[in-house]
């Protein structure tokens, strides 16, 4: 079965400083892996997803991620962080094994942007 | 831009009374789910639907129930609500039944509150 663990329910950084989300996946098969964001008082939206293409996906807003199988890792990245991206960000993998494309979600990383 | 509905925003009930959450979606999608969320815990499913007529229990045991008679529509039902079902309730959903890498369109959820 598959499953997620992200690491650090709350990760704080300056207003132009790296962003670094982390995420570990476990699967017995290839995994799809997705990130989404939260912001306050909407509904989660699609970062980015990796579906075995590209090891290095981007998204929307900047972000990007790295599809790392010897790791395990699928960590969310931006180089400069905005103060609009304070947000929950959430890495999910998906039940393949159960063919349904249902999503396994982690606990979430709140992220907060000081000035 | 997701076209994707909850109501209400914000529930605050008594123990005991029956409630139903309304979920819609205007993309024709044919699969639709219902998470829910706790504070600094994963997103569970709960429910899930591949079209009209179809309804499927998730990973997380629920004493909800749903109902899907038309595609558009997705409600979610407590009978007798008790203070252990408060939590945020987010409903999706997606256009690709079975697809393990299709895009899931959330909405803004729905805080249920019970006293």
């Known amino acids: 079965a598959q499953s997620v663990t992200q690491l650090g329910s709350h990760v704080s950084v300056s207003e132009g400083a790296l962003v670094l989300l982390r995420c570990n996946y476990s699967s017995s098969v290839p995994p799809y892996l997705f990130w989404y964001v939260q912001y306050p008082n909407q509904g989660l939206q699609l970062l980015l997803k990796?579906?075995?293409?590209?090891?290095l996906v981007k998204g929307i807003n900047g972000f990007e991620a790295e599809f790392k199988k010897s790791e395990t890792s699928f960590h969310l990245t931006k180089p400069s962080a905005h103060m609009s991206d304070a947000a929950e960000y959430f890495c999910a993998v998906s039940d393949y094994g159960g063919s349904q494309g249902n999503l396994i979600f982690g606990k979430g990383t709140k992220l907060s942007v000081k000035p | 831009e997701a076209d994707i509905y909850q109501t209400p925003r914000y529930l605050v009930i008594g123990t005991g009374k029956k409630i139903t959450l309304e979920c819609s979606q205007t993309m024709g999608h044919d699969k639709m789910y219902w998470y829910q969320q706790d504070p600094g815990m994963e997103l569970h499913l709960i429910h899930y639907s591949y079209g009209v007529n179809s309804t499927e229990k998730g990973d997380l045991s629920s004493e909800s129930t749903v109902s899907r008679i038309r595609t558009e529509h997705f409600p979610l039902t407590l009978e007798s609500a008790r203070p252990s079902h408060t939590s945020q309730y987010l409903c999706?959903?997606?256009?690709?039944?079975?697809?393990?890498?299709?895009?899931?369109?959330f909405g803004s959820g729905t805080q249920l509150s019970v006293l």
């Open positions: 990796y579906t075995s293409a590209a090891t």
């Open positions: 999706a959903s997606s256009g690709s039944p079975g697809r393990a890498n299709e895009k899931l369109f």
